[in-house]
């Protein structure tokens, strides 16, 4: 499917009008103390030309990442061109279900366990530790980063590897943070998050 496609299916779409829209994605901003969640509805191709798929995801800007990422969110569905009142009454029940209005809420949402697709304990647990330190939560963010370094060891231990922590660049730039905290350099921490904020926006150009 083209993209001038997908652009225009998302058009289709009136509970989507208040929304941003590029690249195929329908987009609007969370904010909070300065930092950002985006809210994201995006469509893709399938195998099928006449049919499209669609996912709801967030995004924390203030993880750096240069693409969108959907590893917190979920699929709604594929559908065909002429399935489009069906496929915005299912959008419609993901924003009832899943809309959030702040960072507290989204703590709450993610601590649920939100289907998460990101492979390896440190970009699963990233959203959630940044957001910890966003909101100056910064006793449980260490504790969930204490956790997650626990974790690494114990499996690399048991799959017969070195016990130090992997080097995945997710888990640099936690541990990074973890030092930080540890130190109670707590503006430094958030300097960080806001370099990587800046750093994701103008990679996503939004």
């Not at 208040?18 to 950002?36: D, T, Y």
């Not at 959907?70 to 299912?90: H, M, P, V, W």
């Not at 998050?193 to 996503?204: C, E, H, P």
Request: overall charge positive.
């Amino acid at each position: 499917m083209k993209l001038y496609d997908r652009n225009k299916i998302l058009n289709t779409f009136p509970m989507l009008n208040s929304f941003n829209k590029s690249n195929g994605l329908a987009w609007r901003i969370i904010e909070q103390n300065g930092f950002k969640i985006l809210f994201g509805i995006m469509t893709d191709s399938t195998s099928d030309k006449k049919c499209f798929r669609l996912y709801w995801f967030y995004q924390c800007l203030y993880v750096p990442c240069p693409t969108y990422d959907i590893g917190c969110g979920e699929d709604i569905g594929i559908f065909s061109l002429s399935e489009i009142e069906l496929a915005e009454r299912k959008i419609h029940q993901e924003l009832q279900k899943h809309s959030i209005h702040s960072f507290e809420e989204f703590i709450r949402q993610y601590g649920k366990k939100i289907p998460c697709y990101n492979q390896g304990l440190a970009n699963r647990f990233f959203p959630l530790v940044a957001t910890l330190i966003t909101l100056e939560e910064y006793n449980k963010a260490l504790s969930v980063l204490t956790k997650i370094k626990a974790k690494i060891c114990i499996e690399q231990f048991f799959r017969g590897k070195k016990t130090s922590i992997s080097t995945d660049t997710a888990m640099i730039q936690l541990m990074e943070l973890r030092t930080l905290l540890q130190q109670r350099q707590y503006q430094s921490a958030l300097s960080l998050l806001r370099k990587w904020q800046d750093f994701t926006i103008q990679a996503l150009k939004i």
